[in-house]
């Protein structure tokens, strides 16, 4: 039915064992145990955002899952958060397939951590020469994800962080490519230039099976691109990742939150480390008020700059197939 694009898939459906090389990004709050089941039962493959997460609260939505789908899915862990050994001990106990590794470089030894217990290990990396040192290092594949992204992103589009790294990597290893991916055509296009397979978040966030409130979704639904704006670093020594969210009172909330967190540096109150905690606690408390409160005024609604292209909710089969039978036209078609 998709031959020619599971054709181009083969190394990324190999590699995650799924029956299509889709993997939806992992969305805190959103990307829980209902949507990634869904995801994973479409013959894509769900990822679950661990971000904040403790290790128990971990342990319990890995099994929650495992009781939706009996098919293949992975877990997001943040390089940064203090507990990341515990939560890969959790990874191990569950025999979870995949770990995807997200936030920054991945620590020493979480990659060997993750490869020990027979999972693999996925990673992101902004610039050619990292992706390189990590898939050196052990790192079993490379998800390269570009400013187009909702939640946290880099500074390069995506479409030529495609030209930079597939020529470059994707003959030898497996290379998933994210970012301002919202229909069939898109995927077809990346899986041509040699990418095994993409990784799409805004466009299952407004899933039927997603559980974001009601409101959030309608703010999906009513967006459009111009309105998916990233957030502004105030302090230039306070590290600040870009967040890609629509634009609201939550946006003017950050940069208040990023003055307040210079000024505890500044009095030596935190170091580095902390400050960044406190900027990623603050998005994962936004991000909850708006996905599980559905406060779309203050809270965080993440989105990519596809949002334009979410105009109603489905079934994430029903996305699944709309998006596989977008490939397989476009590569019919040429």
């Known amino acids: 039915m998709y031959d020619k694009t599971h054709s181009l898939m083969q190394r990324g459906i190999a590699f995650l064992g799924t ?15 209902n949507l990634v089941a869904a995801i994973s039962n479409a013959g894509g493959f769900g990822v679950i955002a661990c ?17 939706l789908t009996a098919k293949p899915f992975g877990v997001n862990l943040i390089t940064m958060h203090p507990l990341l050994t515990d939560l890969i001990a959790v990874c191990a106990q569950h025999r979870v397939s995949h770990v995807v590794l997200a936030g920054g470089i991945p620590p020493r030894g979480s990659v060997e951590a993750i490869k020990a217990f027979g999972g693999k290990a996925l990673v992101f990396a902004p610039t050619l020469a990292l992706a390189k040192r990590l898939l050196r290092g052990g790192a079993d594949a490379l998800v390269i994800e570009g400013s187009e992204a909702g939640g946290h992103i880099g500074p390069v589009a995506t479409s030529v962080l495609a030209q930079e790294f597939l020529p470059e990597l994707a003959e030898d290893h497996v290379v998933f490519v994210a970012g301002g991916i919202g229909n069939g055509a898109m995927i077809a296009a ?7 397979g993409v990784q799409l978040g805004t466009r299952f966030a407004c899933a039927t099976e997603s559980i974001a409130h009601p409101a959030f979704k309608q703010a999906f639904f009513r967006a459009n691109a111009r309105d998916a704006v990233t957030s502004v670093q105030v302090d230039p020594r306070l590290p600040v990742i870009p967040v890609r969210a629509l634009k609201n009172k939550g946006t003017e909330e950050f940069t208040a939150k990023q003055i307040e967190v210079a000024k505890l540096l500044d009095a030596g109150e935190v170091d580095m480390e902390a400050a960044q905690l406190e900027i990623e606690k603050f998005w994962a408390g936004a991000l909850r008020r ?12 993440m989105a990519g700059q596809i949002v334009g292209l979410v105009t109603s ?22």
């Open 19 to 33: 029956e299509h090389a889709i993997m939806c990004g992992a969305m805190s709050w959103v990307s829980e145990r």
């Open 313 to 334: 909710e489905e079934p994430a089969s029903a996305i699944m197939a709309q998006l596989m039978g977008e490939a397989e036209a476009a590569l019919n078609a040429k």
């Open 51 to 67: 971000g904040a997460m403790t290790p128990e609260l971990l342990d319990a939505e890995i099994a929650a899952t495992k009781a």
């Open 190 to 196: 990346y899986l041509e230039m040699g990418a095994s």
């Open 290 to 301: 708006a996905v599980i409160d559905g406060d779309i005024e203050s809270g965080s609604v």
